[in-house]
């Protein structure tokens, strides 16, 4: 194992520098990562076998993690392991202290309608769901419904088109927009439709963490884009493209990756700086910390300078796409999974007796 | 049933629950979870950590234990006690494959004082 490596590592094999994944490995993730390339390790059960995994089938650290390295780097060949998801992953939903699940349709950018509304109540009704709550990122969440009703509530939501806000993946999560120059006197620029475009170039992307975007329509900075991880603040000249922020455990100001002129070189240079991310980031770190890691002149060399390594991440990124863009909650409401929404059987025991 | 005695009943087949996986069947207010390993294994224990009332069904399985998906503890399948440096042990039941059918033994199932 040591002389494998050695020989696929090179000099950046340090082993007494490593922190290892979990308790069933040696290996870092960065080292894990390396390896699943060079050794084109396509499958969970292969990874383990070929880096002598300590354990039979890992651990509730390294099998998520596992996962989404495969998911990231293999996007057409990897079939997604379930079993080594989160539950919130696995059913779509996020799972509450008390074991019931929320419910965040997409609103891309924010933005919603009568008939979008209409519907929320009426399945707010309908299910009997207990609190319903704007969130921190511009979208509806709605809080309490029963595991079992998770398809039923799903299907009533896409009557009107609602997909999944993903508001419990790790990955792209929400794009955060004020009104811009469609509304405010302020506005340099259409922040409202460039969050939605994003919003929709981006969505269903797996990603290490967590992903929060923002456009703000100039640099009064309404919708936060300074402490997102991705932030873009619109100006007369065009765009400011930030990232790096974070408003949680830690609080972080955004780092300036550039400037660019036009709406498609907003969406060039922040996919190709998040799919530069995905394919470096450890799982569970976010991008303020993959950052401060790789260093923040390197992503702003690669992304910003250097127009072929930009354009692969790019590409890359909308190859993944093609696989990443099905909407869970349609293809559960559909059938998918059922075994996940349903009780086995019911013993009404004393019934019986 | 002809081996199984008459404590014992049918509550499924090895096929309704993904290896690593578990489902859930339902008491009353009982819950219980029913895992089924990598190697096929199938274990019973209460559907509720010892920790804060987590639903351990819905956690990740791996080897003989499974990981509450509320705050990672990780409970065995065999005994229910809390791994590690956590205390706390939820309540096991006695589940048995016969061929492809799981059969639970509802001897202390239907005792609900255990449960409170
Ligand atoms: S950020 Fe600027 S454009 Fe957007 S709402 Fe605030 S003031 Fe208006
Ligand atoms: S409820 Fe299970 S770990 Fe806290």
């Given at each position: 194992?040591?002389?494998?490596?050695?020989?696929?590592?090179?000099?950046?094999?340090?082993?007494?520098?490593?922190?290892?994944?979990?308790?069933?490995?040696?290996?870092?993730?960065?080292?894990?990562?390396?390896?699943?390339?060079?050794?084109?390790?396509?499958?969970?059960?292969?990874?383990?076998?070929?880096?002598?995994?300590?354990?039979?089938?890992?651990?509730?650290?390294?099998?998520?993690?596992?996962?989404?390295?495969?998911?990231?780097?293999?996007?057409?060949?990897?079939?997604?392991?379930?079993?080594?998801?989160?539950?919130?992953?696995?059913?779509?939903?996020?799972?509450?202290?008390?074991?019931?699940?929320?419910?965040?349709?997409?609103?891309?950018?924010?933005?919603?309608?009568?008939?979008?509304?209409?519907?929320?109540?009426?399945?707010?009704?309908?299910?009997?769901?207990?609190?319903?709550?704007?969130?921190?990122?511009?979208?509806?969440?709605?809080?309490?419904?029963?595991?079992?009703?998770?398809?039923?509530?799903?299907?009533?939501?896409?009557?009107?088109?609602?997909?999944?806000?993903?508001?419990?993946?790790?990955?792209?999560?929400?794009?955060?927009?004020?009104?811009?120059?469609?509304?405010?006197?302020?506005?340099?620029?259409?922040?409202?439709?460039?969050?939605?475009?994003?919003?929709?170039?981006?969505?269903?992307?797996?990603?290490?963490?967590?992903?929060?975007?923002?456009?703000?329509?100039?640099?009064?900075?309404?919708?936060?884009?300074?402490?997102?991880?991705?932030?873009?603040?619109?100006?007369?000249?065009?765009?400011?493209?930030?990232?790096?922020?974070?408003?949680?455990?830690?609080?972080?100001?955004?780092?300036?990756?550039?400037?660019?002129?036009?709406?498609?070189?907003?969406?060039?240079?922040?996919?190709?700086?998040?799919?530069?991310?995905?394919?470096?980031?450890?799982?569970?770190?976010?991008?303020?910390?993959?950052?401060?890691?790789?260093?923040?002149?390197?992503?702003?060399?690669?992304?910003?300078?250097?127009?072929?390594?930009?354009?692969?991440?790019?590409?890359?990124?909308?190859?993944?796409?093609?696989?990443?863009?099905?909407?869970?909650?349609?293809?559960r409401v559909s059938g998918k999974d059922k075994h996940e929404?349903?009780?086995?059987?019911?013993?009404?025991?004393?019934?019986?007796? | 049933?002809?081996?199984?005695?008459?404590?014992?009943?049918?509550?499924?087949?090895?096929?309704?629950?993904?290896?690593?996986?578990?489902?859930?069947?339902?008491?009353?207010?009982?819950?219980?979870?029913?895992?089924?390993?990598?190697?096929?294994?199938?274990?019973?224990?209460?559907?509720?950590?010892?920790?804060?009332?987590?639903?351990?069904?819905?956690?990740?399985?791996?080897?003989?234990?499974?990981?509450?998906?509320?705050?990672?503890?990780?409970?065995?399948?065999?005994?229910?006690?809390?791994?590690?440096a956590d205390e706390g042990t939820v309540r096991s039941f006695?589940?048995?494959?016969?061929?492809?059918?799981?059969?639970?033994?509802?001897?202390?199932?239907?005792?609900?004082?255990?449960?409170?």
């Amino acid at each position: 194992m040591e002389q494998l490596l050695a020989v696929e590592l090179g000099d950046s094999y340090k082993p007494n520098a490593i922190t290892a994944v979990c308790g069933c490995t040696d290996l870092g993730h960065d080292e894990v990562r390396r390896l699943i390339k060079a050794k084109e390790l396509k499958t969970i059960p292969r990874v383990m076998q070929a880096l002598e995994w300590k354990t039979s089938c890992g651990c509730a650290k390294c099998r998520p993690a596992l996962n989404y390295y495969l998911v990231c780097d293999w996007p057409d060949e990897y079939e997604d392991d379930y079993q080594s998801r989160f539950i919130y992953e696995r059913v779509h939903a996020n799972i509450q202290k008390d074991g019931t699940y929320s419910v965040v349709p997409r609103m891309w950018g924010g933005i919603t309608s009568a008939i979008e509304l209409r519907k929320i109540a009426d399945v707010v009704e309908k299910f009997d769901i207990p609190t319903v709550k704007v969130t921190g990122g511009q979208r509806i969440d709605m809080l309490g419904v029963q595991k079992e009703d998770l398809p039923a509530v799903w299907a009533d939501l896409g009557e009107v088109g609602f997909v999944s806000g993903h508001a419990y993946a790790k990955g792209l999560r929400t794009v955060k927009t004020c009104v811009g120059s469609d509304w405010c006197r302020f506005g340099t620029q259409d922040s409202t439709g460039l969050g939605v475009r994003i919003e929709k170039f981006m969505w269903g992307s797996w990603t290490p963490a967590k992903v929060k975007m923002a456009v703000s329509g100039c640099p009064r900075n309404c919708s936060e884009a300074t402490c997102k991880d991705v932030g873009v603040i619109c100006v007369d000249s065009g765009y400011e493209l930030h990232f790096a922020g974070a408003a949680g455990l830690d609080i972080k100001g955004t780092e300036v990756l550039g400037h660019v002129k036009t709406e498609d070189e907003v969406i060039e240079h922040v996919v190709a700086l998040t799919q530069m991310y995905r394919e470096q980031g450890h799982y569970l770190e976010r991008i303020y910390k993959w950052a401060k890691r790789i260093g923040v002149d390197e992503i702003r060399r690669q992304i910003m300078e250097n127009g072929e390594a930009r354009q692969g991440y790019f590409s890359r990124f909308i190859f993944s796409q093609k696989y990443a863009q099905v909407d869970p909650w349609s293809e559960r409401v559909s059938g998918k999974d059922k075994h996940e929404f349903i009780p086995m059987s019911d013993l009404k025991l004393e019934a019986a007796e | 049933m002809n081996v199984l005695s008459a404590n014992w009943i049918a509550v499924g087949r090895l096929s309704d629950i993904p290896r690593r996986g578990a489902r859930r069947i339902q008491n009353g207010s009982l819950t219980i979870a029913v895992f089924r390993t990598a190697n096929d294994e199938v274990y019973a224990i209460e559907d509720k950590c010892p920790h804060k009332k987590g639903p351990l069904s819905q956690g990740i399985v791996h080897g003989n234990c499974v990981s509450c998906p509320l705050h990672n503890w990780v409970i065995s399948l065999e005994d229910g006690k809390a791994q590690g440096a956590d205390e706390g042990t939820v309540r096991s039941f006695n589940v048995k494959l016969d061929g492809e059918d799981i059969h639970l033994n509802v001897l202390n199932v239907s005792d609900e004082r255990k449960s409170a």
